[in-house]
Structures are given as structure tokens and as C-alpha cells.
């Protein structure tokens, strides 16, 4: 069964601070590992896609990169702006496109 | 464009009553999916529709939950005979290709979900 856990659960940064977050996961074949935000009250925004191991995407103070096994969304020198739960979620290489998420990270950042 | 549509955002009903849900998928978009996130949960995966054929239902909770798909456009999640564990916020996402791209998988993109209350 395929698997994907964040961690950590939350995460609290003072502005400035630098940081990673965690996705890590199990499935038979991965089509495409995916980074999304979510406000509250608002549905998951898309950040990034990732391939391949190797593979690193960036935008903005966010940088996702991928091994193997993980993926991490590093953030640098965040902004009270930047607050949000982040979502890390794989796509299978299986006869359709099914997507699973993780139950994210919920980040706060302090001015 | 404008991106996925849904409607009501905020729906309370009664233990007992059925609702209907409704997403409107981006044009174009091929394969539509519903999800959903109860309070502080990730999100759980419902149904899943390749224009208006539905290859995965695995994610349905039970046999009062039942959705469609018309025109290989608008989708519609019912739920019947609602309970209070099915208070939840119901996010539909669409995406362009069923099978995704050369490069591999096509992201999801999403609206801003269905508050539902059952109280």
C-alpha cells in the first residue's frame, strides 16, 4: 500500500529562521511527487512537481528537492507570509493517476 | 481560465437529509477527483472519474455516498441519509491528462471545497 508521512506534524520559525520539511514515502513506482500549500478555508494550492531523484524545483524562499525514499521543502528566510500547512503528496505509475497526500505540515511563522 | 468551481461552499443539514455537492472542473480537464479532510486530517481519497467513468470508487465510505459525472464536465457527490461523521470539507481537484504527460504525472488542481455541516 502506498504510503507518504510529514513530518513534523507542526513546525513554529521566527522570521529569518531556515528550515526543511519532511515527506517521506513508500509505493511501487512513483509517476510524480507534488508540494502543495493550503490556507485556511481554502483548498490545496499546487507549489511544485518533482520526478526523479536528483530532481530539485524553486520558488521563491521554497526549494523542494527529492531522493528515493524522500522529499524535502526547504524554506529560507521565511515570512509571516509563508505561513500555511504544507502538503507532500505521490502520484503512482498504476493504471490511472491516483494521488495520495500526506496529512501535512502546519507552519507558523513568527514576526 | 477560472479554475475549479464548487458549490455551496457552506451546506448544514439535518442528521437524515441528503446532500448533493457539486464540483465544476477546469475546461478541458479530463480527470476529476473528490477528496475529503475532516478538522485537522489530511485528505482522504473519495472517487476518482476519467471523463465520465469512474475507475476508482474505492474510496467511498459506504453505499450512501454515490457520485456522477456528466458530459465529462460538471461532477456531482451525494451523500444520502447523512450522518455526523460526515462532517467534513469535500475538495474536488481536476486535471488535464488521465495518464499524465511523458514527463510523468499531471498535478491536481483543486477548488476550495464544501463545508458540510450535519448536525
Known amino acids: 500500500e502506498d504510503q507518504v508521512t510529514q513530518s513534523p506534524e507542526a513546525l513554529r520559525l521566527q522570521e529569518g529562521e531556515s528550515s526543511s520539511l519532511n515527506c517521506s514515502y513508500t509505493v511501487s513506482g512513483l509517476r510524480g511527487l507534488f508540494w502543495y500549500r493550503q490556507d485556511p478555508g481554502k483548498g490545496p494550492e499546487f507549489l511544485f512537481t518533482l520526478y526523479s531523484a536528483g530532481e530539485e524545483k524553486e520558488k521563491e524562499r521554497l526549494k523542494a528537492t527529492l531522493t528515493k525514499k524522500e522529499s524535502f521543502l526547504h524554506i529560507t528566510a521565511p515570512k509571516p507570509e509563508d505561513s500555511a500547512t504544507y502538503l507532500c503528496?505521490?502520484?503512482?505509475?498504476?493504471?490511472?493517476?491516483?494521488?495520495?497526500f500526506g496529512t501535512g505540515t502546519k507552519l507558523q511563522v513568527i514576526p | 481560465g477560472a479554475g475549479v468551481s464548487q458549490s455551496p461552499s457552506n451546506k448544514v443539514t439535518e442528521k437524515g437529509k441528503d446532500v448533493e455537492l457539486r464540483c465544476d472542473p477546469i475546461s478541458g480537464h479530463t480527470a476529476l477527483y473528490w477528496y475529503r479532510q475532516s478538522l485537522g486530517q489530511g485528505l482522504e481519497f473519495l472517487i476518482y472519474?476519467?471523463?465520465?467513468?469512474?475507475?476508482?470508487k474505492s474510496g467511498l465510505p459506504s453505499d450512501r455516498f454515490s457520485a456522477e459525472r456528466t458530459g465529462g464536465s460538471v461532477s456531482t457527490l451525494t451523500i444520502q441519509r447523512t450522518q455526523q461523521e460526515d462532517s467534513a470539507v469535500y475538495l474536488c481537484a481536476s486535471s488535464p491528462r488521465g495518464g499524465g504527460t511523458n514527463l510523468g504525472g499531471s498535478p491536481l488542481h483543486f477548488g476550495n471545497g464544501t463545508r458540510l455541516t450535519v448536525t
Open positions: 503528496a505521490v502520484q503512482v505509475k498504476r493504471g490511472y493517476q491516483k494521488v495520495t
Open positions: 472519474f476519467q471523463g465520465n467513468s469512474a475507475p476508482d
